[in-house]
T-cell receptor, first 111, second 115 residues
Framework: DAKTTQPPSMDCAEGRAANLPCNHS???????VYWYRQIHSQGPQYIIH???NNETNEMASLIITEDRKSSTLILPHATLRDTAVYYCIVRQKTSGSRLTFGEGTQLTVNP | DSGVTQTPKHLITATGQRVTLRCSPRSGDLSVYWYQQSLDQGLQFLIQ???????AKGNILERFSAQQFPDLHSELNLSSLELGDSALYFCASSEGLAGTTDTQYFGPGTRLTVL
């Protein structure tokens, strides 16, 4: 699976948008971009995934650049409960493939 | 709540002992994955089962084994435990259907402490 690069930490004010970047310059055409988050030793929580189009769900938006070498996860109105480690993962399109977690980004939402 | 359940929530045992961790996947999911999260290694894939059969292996020690039963629940067996096996163990499940993105959903984990 392609390697991803994320900033180790970010801060965001409560109520503002949190924009979390991820570089995946070696991504191949059959790989998805997945985002998970982990709140203090709880099980990782699925957020969103995409292939090449921008995606939005009730939790977040995912913006993938046209060349697919980077992406941004957007939490539109961050709350204190969004404080977590966010993992950007590039994963094979085939079903059943493992998730390879990196270090992730520690997002701290401040009041 | 992801729909994946894991028991027990906490487990404290001694070196050399054997323990069994249990996972029940989401209703309808055929694939089960086991991951280990330790302080120095991060989240690492251990092993995957699909409909009762082993599908993929990651960094799983020979002292560890797993199986998936006909009712699709899975167990991870850890034997000859060492201090370094202390970690969070997560189970995840997915539909396992070919041609889908097959998103994995994680359980709350089992915290294993080896003294």
């Amino acid at each position: 699976d392609a390697k991803t690069t994320q900033p180790p930490s970010m801060d965001c004010a409560e109520g503002r948008a949190a924009n979390l970047p991820c570089n995946h310059s070696t991504i191949s055409g059959n790989e998805y971009v997945y985002w998970y988050r982990q709140i203090h030793s709880q099980g990782p929580q699925y957020i969103i995934h995409g292939l090449k189009n921008n995606e939005t769900n009730e939790m977040a938006s995912l913006i993938i650049t046209e060349d697919r070498k980077s992406s941004t996860l957007i939490l539109p109105h961050a709350t204190l409960r969004d404080t977590a480690v966010y993992y950007c993962i590039v994963r094979q399109k085939t079903s059943g493939s493992r998730l390879t977690f990196g270090e992730g980004t520690q997002l701290t939402v401040n009041p | 709540d992801s729909g994946v359940t894991q028991t027990p929530k906490h487990l404290i045992t001694a070196t050399g002992q054997r323990v069994t961790l249990r996972c029940s996947p989401r209703s309808g999911d055929l694939s089960v994955y086991w991951y280990q999260q330790s302080l120095d290694q991060g989240l690492q894939f251990l092993i995957q089962y699909y409909n009762g059969e082993e599908r993929a292996k990651g960094n799983i020690l020979e002292r560890f084994s797993a199986q998936q039963f006909p009712d699709l629940h899975s167990e991870l067996n850890l034997s000859s435990l060492e201090l370094g096996d202390s970690a969070l163990y997560f189970c995840a499940s997915s539909e396992g259907l070919a041609g889908t993105t097959d998103t994995q959903y994680f359980g709350p984990g089992t915290r294993l402490t080896v003294l």
